[in-house]
């Protein structure tokens, strides 16, 4: 699973929940729809939780070049 929003505690309080359980691997976090991209692209997740608002670009806009990579 990638985590993509722009508040860090909330990346780091969603990361502390699903890492508890045994069957949700997080593989990487991004800050930005930008990162998000890269991210992708380097992780290769299986499930994205996008935020829809963020800096620099919507969660919504910014998930067609996600699901590309």
């Excluded at 990346?11 to 991210?39: H, K, M």
Aim: glycine content about 8%; charged content about 30%; hydrophobic content about 50%.
């Amino acid at each position: 699973m990638l985590i993509v929003d722009d508040h860090a505690v909330v990346r780091t309080g969603l990361r502390l929940l699903l890492d508890a359980e045994d069957d949700i691997e997080v593989v990487g976090e991004a800050g930005t729809a930008r990162d998000a991209v890269f991210e992708a692209r380097a992780s290769k997740p299986d499930v994205v939780l996008m935020d829809v608002v963020m800096p620099g670009g919507s969660g919504i806009d910014i998930t067609p070049q996600v699901l590309h990579e």
